[in-house]
């Protein structure tokens, strides 16, 4: 292969636009390369012979091999791009390909161009410090001199190529100490250390909150036992006239709450949530989603305190509540001190627990007068019932979010 000349090659390297300057390639194309790569140097190796380049002349492969080994060093954990044949990768994927060859070899021949302009030599005869001075110049997009917009754009391309041809490589294989698929006995999710160093974590699986005939999982408010007044029918959760109110035995900062619910003729209640029991009555402690029949029940005067209201707070929109009789679905949903409504599968409201908002509307209120309402980061989720009517609750569950 006839190579052109550093000239040559740097008036075609200027003149193509910015993009032609960057090597572009598909993963197919890697791993070819790669496995053809490996096998060159495995039969270099054997015949006690170096790698001869098929694209590359001697002197460029030389730059090539400085290049990568300044991207990828050699370190304690593992060998560095050469060690891991990154050049002879180039290589192989320069072969019958023009476009990238004008690219790379226009890129090589501009680097040259640079060291020459500041330090009399090309790059191959530079000291690391001067090499690294250039590619300061090169590596960092939104600092990069306009007129050096090609030589960054080569830049950015051969170091994506290093890491294409080192991690795919046995070393760089090892180097990120992937183990491949392997059988395991058990599935137990992401290991914890991984989950925090990435800063996230799973949501927690779903939990009934009513099972059966068991109603262990609630008690009164202040009080070990469930009031009198609640039971269970037909599989939900009941109750007839006037009781006091129930609580979860757990708390729950962030979760979602998932149920449905189904209230009498002019039915009034609510559920509360990150409730605490440190006043006479939860509501003065927890917001609350409020269960109503909006068309007969007496606080259907302003959707401030109609179905999916925050009671007092947040008005609900009209237009997804279910005749008198009918179930009704509600989710809610609280992480920090974000909150969502949601009702019959539409999301009715959401707000910032202790915003300027948030506080503004509580200090116009009732709850201005229990400082701290709202305040709770976890607490319990309650059922309103010392309202009259009769009233339902099924699918109960929940979930840490």
């Not at 300044?70 to 023009?98: K, N, T």
């Not at 060291?115 to 000291?127: I, N």
């Not at 909150?209 to 007044?229: F, I, N, Q």
């Not at 309650?382 to 099924?394: E, K, W």
Request: charged residues 25%; aromatic residues 12%; proline residues 4%.
């Amino acid at each position: 292969m006839k190579p052109i000349s550093r000239r040559k090659a740097l008036q075609l390297f200027s003149a193509a636009p910015v993009a032609a300057a960057a090597i572009v390639w598909t993963s197919s194309e890697t791993e070819a390369a790669q496995t053809q790569a490996q096998a060159a140097r495995r039969q270099a190796t054997e015949g006690g012979l170096p790698f001869k380049p098929k694209f590359f002349t001697n002197r460029e492969y030389a730059t090539v091999a400085i290049l990568a080994d300044l991207i990828i060093p050699r370190d304690e954990r593992s060998g560095s791009a050469s060690d891991a044949g990154v050049p002879e990768f180039m290589d192989f994927m320069m072969i019958d390909q023009p476009l990238r060859q004008t690219a790379m070899r226009g890129g090589l021949a501009f680097l040259d161009h640079l060291c020459d302009a500041r330090f009399d030599k090309p790059f191959m005869e530079c000291t690391d410090a001067e090499r690294r001075r250039v590619l300061d110049d090169l590596a960092y997009p939104g600092r990069v001199d306009p007129t050096l917009a090609h030589g960054a754009a080569f830049f950015g391309s051969f170091r994506d190529l290093t890491a294409s041809g080192f991690w795919t490589s046995k070393i760089g294989i090892q180097d990120l100490q992937y183990l491949g698929n392997r059988p395991v006995a058990e599935w137990k999710g992401c290991p914890s250390e991984a989950l925090e160093h990435l800063g996230v974590r799973y949501e927690g699986e779903w939990r009934a909150l009513l099972e059966g005939t068991s109603l262990d999982a609630w008690r009164g408010y202040k009080t070990d036992r469930v009031p009198a007044g609640w039971g269970i029918a037909g599989g939900a959760l009941i109750k007839d006239g006037r009781v006091g109110d129930i609580v979860s035995r757990d708390q729950f900062g962030d979760f979602e709450l998932d149920l449905e619910w189904k209230i009498g003729e002019a039915g009034n209640s609510g559920i509360f949530y990150r409730g605490t029991e440190e006043y006479d009555h939860i509501y003065w402690s927890a917001p609350e989603f409020q269960l109503l029949d909006d068309i007969k029940a007496e606080d259907n005067k302003t959707r401030f305190t109609c179905a999916g209201a925050v009671y007092a707070l947040y008005a609900s929109p009209v237009g997804h509540l279910k005749p008198v009789g009918e179930w009704n679905r509600t989710r809610i949903v609280a992480k920090g001190s974000h909150v969502e409504h949601w009702l019959n599968g539409a999301k009715l409201l959401e707000y910032e627990l202790w915003s300027p908002d948030w506080e503004a509307r509580v200090k116009s209120s009732k709850f201005a007068t229990y400082p701290n309402f709202g305040r709770a980061r976890k607490g319990h989720i309650a059922m309103q019932g010392d309202h009259s009517g009769d009233l339902a609750f099924r699918n109960m569950r929940v979930r840490e979010i």
